[in-house]
């Protein structure tokens, strides 16, 4: 029996819309809203840390940490007076000036986040260290939620008073689903 001329595209256009479906119901099982639980997630990350920056990668944590709970003053205590903060374009050159700007919207955003650390690198020579962080972040934007790709890097330095961070750099996109 012969086919219809038409029938390879037919063919295609169901694979295609069985491949759609079957890609939205693995999207809402993957990302459902409901089963979205806020906090930090770092047990599956790959991590690439070298030993001599072990320290100062247990001060990067515990300022994300800290931020994601709200506790300002305890994240604030691991930043250098002086540190520089690029973020979206924009800069923010001293604690005090992160203080009166973005600590207060950065802690609301990510109360409600789940956070997943995938990679982690850092390295330290002498006072100075730098820690290099890959995240995805589901955030909830009204009702719809947000993927983001992010990416973190902070410079610490160490003093009598052990590291501190001196400079951080976040950088985000919409997620590629």
């Known amino acids: ?14 694979a295609l819309s069985l491949a759609t479906s079957a890609a939205s119901v693995h ?20 991590l690439e840390v070298d030993p001599t920056a072990t320290a100062a990668v ?4 515990r300022f994300s ?19 520089l903060i690029l973020e979206s374009g924009g800069v923010e050159k001293s604690r005090d000036e992160y203080l009166a700007n973005h600590a207060k919207a950065d802690p609301d955003f990510l109360k409600d986040a ?3 650390l995938k990679h982690r690198s850092a ?12 995240s995805q972040i589901h ?13 973190e890097t902070m410079v610490l330095r160490r003093n009598a008073d052990g590291w501190k961070i001196v400079h951080i750099h976040w950088s985000s996109r919409r997620a590629n689903r």
């Open 139 to 151: 955030a909830m934007k009204g009702a719809d939620m947000m993927m983001i790709d992010s990416t």
């Open 1 to 14: 029996m012969n086919s219809p001329p038409f029938a390879p595209a037919v063919v295609l256009a169901i």
């Open 27 to 46: 999207e809402q099982e993957k990302h459902n809203v409901a089963a979205m639980k806020p906090g930090r997630d770092v047990a599956g990350a790959r």
């Open 123 to 134: 390295r330290a020579s002498g006072d100075l260290a730098w820690v290099a962080s890959e």
């Open 58 to 61: 247990a001060v990067v944590e």
């Open 114 to 116: 789940h956070v997943t």
């Open 65 to 83: 940490t800290a931020l994601a709970a709200g506790d300002i003053e305890r994240a604030v205590a691991d930043l250098d007076p002086k540190v």
